[in-house]
């Protein structure tokens, strides 16, 4: 069966959420700890959780072959194994890779001593900031830990009151700032629920140009409530006036059913073998992303991993080839891996070992994979257009068109 990745989980909550979800449909306890103590972590469990028999029961019992999810027991350290289809196409790594590409990472002694560009520093941003060069940076990009408790590798974020939200946004904010070249952009993601914080927050340091939803999907249903499928990414720049946006290089093209004709020529729309479509200036309303998922080669098992489609609608609107690009909570490394792709530069800031390696990892996989997902010939396609991307690239099928300038 080989090596199979590892997840640790670090306390009854995180062990609680695994043990809930149908995808680790059956566990196998091993026999380091004494049945008793399992009994009493499954009793604490049970309790933590509510009075659940089918948690209690899943902790309890011992399988005697290994299913689609397994919980190892090691004196204390609890490790949830996965085991993945053969179609899964899910980056992973060995305890050796994450040893081996967290080497290629700098530490945050290191980045008084190299050079920071084009790097992945192993290091807390809150630390790290301060030493970066000021005034370098192009676009900053951001995906700080929304106000919701989760766990990220070995951390778990614990959600604030919103004061203490306002506080932690504004510190980071204030560390990343000084970095910032006095044309640049900046990107804030977050979740419907800190929106308003955010975007208070970054008022009263840049100039808010707009706020970009995202409908992302995926999300829990809710009885007593709308499912949560939307996420908000505010763009603000340091200057009202003077920052970069280059729309041409993120339009979006739809295929069109029924064009628009004038005097029975096409009106914004051209005709092609594949059909007929249209190059549409961007919105901030963006229904074209998908969440990474299993069959995707981009996807890791980050909990909040961004796709590569959305940063490069970011990277390319608002950034030039050979400008710098931060992200200083870069996770599993989407930032930088689509920066490198289209020719801008990158420095990533990440505080959990595992994470820096992943992205190391992508980062060498990207030397001979440039592809994202959904850009395909200069633009963007909407979903379930892939044949039509494939032809299109095939055959380099020009699109002249010209389009008007639309209204602010």
Known sequence: MGEVPKIFVKSVDSLIDKVSNPRYNTLVLADVMELADMRDLGSRVARRGGSSPFIRTKIMTLYPTIGSGVILFYGGELAVKKQRAERNRTIF?????????????????????????????????????????????????????????????????????????????????????????????????????SSLLVGTILQKHFTVQNRITWQREKGRGASRNWKNSMEDIWFATVSSQNFTFNVDDVKMRRRVIAPYKINGKPKDWHETDQGNFRDTFPSNFWDDISIPYWSMPENTDHPTQKPEKLIAKLVLASSNKGDVVLDPFVGSGTTAVVAKKLGRHFIGIECEQEYCAITQKRLALSENDTEIQGYCSGVFWERNTLAFQQKSKKEKVPMETSFEQEED
């Open 93 to 193: 790594l060995t305890d050796k890779e994450i040893s081996f590409y967290a080497d290629q990472c700098l530490t945050l002694q290191e980045c008084l001593q190299q050079p920071v560009l084009d790097k992945i520093i192993f290091a807390d941003t809150f630390e790290t900031a301060p030493l970066l060069p000021h005034g370098t940076v192009d676009l900053l990009i951001v995906d700080p830990p929304y106000n919701l408790s989760k766990a990220f590798g070995g951390n778990t974020f614990k959600k604030m009151d919103e004061t203490s939200y306002l506080e932690f946004t504004e510190s980071w904010i204030l560390k990343v700032k000084p970095l910032l070249k006095s044309n640049a952009s900046i990107y804030v993601c977050c979740d419907w629920k």
